[in-house]
């Protein structure tokens, strides 16, 4: 992944030097590169334009196909809660509702979670986050901007398995919980964000 202000200041870079160059071969009367250089420039400049105008801070090949051809996903139900406390305010999103767990509910499965197996065979990372974006995205809450490791690989304590934690996020502390689900139609597992937690400062 890299941060879109990055690639903004690198297209620009190369923007620049095409710029240049079609004055050099206009100047000197280089015709041949001509049509290649201007072809060039148009490329660059689509591509720069949507860099400024694209929502996403963080690019990847995934975020960005996402980006231009938004993925039909699902509709999934969940309940938002609200507690207060003396130095934060806590916002629950929960995905699991009454008996969702049962295969046979008629309610829409959870969203998905997409994580890989770390080489421990024990635990799963989120490697690429878009998966999460995907649903912060119908929460109307800020992106992430990298993945996390399960909690439990950091802290050691087995009610940690299964959280994901994002110190570092746009609202204060992001805190993901992953379950596994059993699709009622394919009859096939996922793993499944279960509760979405945010917790801001005050």
Known sequence: MIATSTAINVVTALLAICVIWLIYIL????????????????????????????????????????????????????????????????????????????????????????????????????EDPESLNLVLDQLNLPRVTHGARELVTITGNPTDVGVYRFDDYALGTLIVERTVFQNKNTLQSYHAISRIIVDRAK
Do not use: C
């Open 27 to 126: 100047f000197r009367g280089h015709t041949e590169s001509l049509v290649r250089t201007i072809v060039a420039i148009v490329i660059l400049g689509i591509i720069l334009g949507y860099l400024h105008n694209t929502k996403l801070t963080m690019l990847s090949f995934k975020a960005i196909k996402n980006d231009l051809f938004p993925p039909k996903i699902p509709q999934f139900n969940y309940t938002v809660t609200e507690t207060e406390g003396l130095y934060s305010r806590r916002i629950i999103y929960n995905f699991i509702l009454g008996d969702q767990l049962d295969r046979t509910s008629p309610l829409p499965p959870p969203p998905e979670l997409k994580v890989v197996m770390d080489p421990s065979g024990r635990t799963f990372t989120i």
